[in-house]
């Protein structure tokens, strides 16, 4: 049984979700403000948030933020943003912020939104399954070598470019879109290099370099930093902060990138 945080401020419509989701089997705890999600993300264990973004207290932005920055909360946690506002202007931001997905509340009924909920839910269990299989040597025909790799990118195009040559070469990669997002998970799993483009989402590069050189747990780690032009001014502070390398993404080419990584790896 999967178990859920509904954040729904309105009482009305929680009670009318809560029974349709337990109808369809998921225990639900119901959180009525922003500060209510939090201490309840850190009492108990959650397969998933449904998280509406205007509540008392905090916005849900703020939430998932703070969700997604904050060390103590767990890192595998799904959250969908379940919310009126206009998808248009807020789903790219609550993405950035690491959300999983976007739902307005009108696009189901609460039956039907059950339903989509569980349909997800088994979506992100099996995408979980088909990571650790290849990671455990079962993709086809791609071993990964055990070297571990996070690439900080929230450009798809170079995400697929180069994170698929890396992972093809027998890499271990896991992917943040956002700075934010890429500095907890550096500081929280253990990775052999990290690759972050200068501009991001909620954090630069510039400062999740500094804050990675600033932990112990992640000090020496080699850090290859990826820009869309390599101005001196603006690459120099970057550079004092020892990374390893620096390129110009735009005239990167995969193989090239996989070929360095393999040099410093090995």
């Known amino acids: 049984m999967a178990k859920i945080m509904l954040v729904e401020d309105d009482p009305m419509i929680a009670e009318i979700y809560q029974k349709k989701f337990e109808l369809a089997g998921f225990e ?155 500095s907890k998970l550096a500081t929280e799993k253990d990775f052999d290099l990290i690759i972050t483009d200068m501009v991001m989402p909620a954090m630069g590069g510039e400062e999740i370099v500094r804050r990675l050189k600033l932990d112990d747990r992640t000090k020496n780690l080699p850090i290859i930093v990826l820009s869309a032009s390599l101005i001196e001014e603006d690459i120099q502070p970057v550079r004092e902060l020892g990374v390893t390398d620096f390129f110009e993404k735009t005239h990167l080419v995969p193989s090239d990138l996989a070929r360095r990584v393999g040099e410093i790896l090995n």
Do not use: H
Request: charged content about 30%; overall charge negative.
């Open 28 to 182: 639900v705890v119901n959180a009525v403000t922003g500060k209510e999600v939090l201490k309840y993300a850190l009492e108990q264990k959650f397969d998933l948030i449904l998280l509406d973004l205007v509540l008392p207290e905090m916005s849900g932005m703020d939430v998932l933020k703070e969700l997604r920055s904050n060390v103590a909360y767990d890192s595998e946690l799904k959250v969908i943003v379940l919310s009126n506002l206009d998808k248009t202007e807020n789903e790219k931001k609550a993405k950035d912020l690491g959300a999983n997905d976007f739902i307005g509340k009108t696009q189901y009924s609460p039956s039907e939104l059950a339903i989509e909920v569980q349909r997800r839910l088994n979506e992100y269990d099996e995408q979980k399954k088909n990571k650790e299989r290849l990671s455990n040597g079962g993709g086809a025909g791609i071993v990964c070598a055990g070297k571990k790799i996070l690439f900080i990118e929230d450009e798809e195009i170079f995400l697929e470019m180069f994170g698929g040559k890396l992972e093809n070469e027998g890499y271990c990669v896991e992917y943040a879109k956002n700075g934010v997002w890429g």
